[in-house]
């Protein structure tokens, strides 16, 4: 895909709630990615079940459930070369206390139960995330002036 690489963002409730939504989006775009959609939503459970389908047998996943679906969310999907992979490392490890320095789950996390932001674990799940939460007609594909001085042509 090249420089149209996309991937999802779920910017989660602890997130939100702490105001964290602009700080995170912020440092993902300073990393030179796009965003092409992003809307703020509070997840159903039924969504919610569909998303994390992949879950479903951790003994975690009903209180994940219970807490994605507890207050506002705001989904995104970003746009650039090696999307997910760049995301992937501007965000950090999963646990918090296990992310590199510098990582938004570094900076801002404490618990692996409240790590601020979920992102596609792999370029097929992007996609499958995507169409879960966006319509094609709500991404916007869009030039930037400064790509050629973000992205090699």
Request: net charge negative; proline share 5%; charged share 25%.
């Amino acid at each position: 895909m090249g420089n149209n690489d996309r991937t999802l963002i779920i910017v989660k409730p602890d997130g939100v709630q702490r105001g964290l939504i602009g700080e995170i989006i912020l440092r993902l775009e300073r990393r030179g990615l796009k965003f092409v959609g992003m809307k703020m939503i509070t997840m159903s459970k039924e969504l919610a079940e569909e998303h994390y389908a992949g879950l479903r047998d951790k003994p975690f996943y009903p209180k994940l459930v219970e807490y994605i679906t507890s207050a506002p969310v705001v989904v995104g999907v970003v746009e650039g070369p090696n999307a997910f992979q760049t995301v992937r490392d501007t965000i950090g490890a999963t646990d918090p206390l296990k992310a590199a320095p510098g990582t938004v789950r570094f900076e801002f996390g404490i618990s692996i139960g409240r790590n601020l932001i979920h992102a596609s674990d792999s370029d097929e799940s992007a996609v499958r995330e995507i169409n879960l939460f966006f319509k094609p007609e709500e991404l916007s594909s869009w030039s930037r002036d400064t790509d050629g001085w973000i992205l090699e042509q």
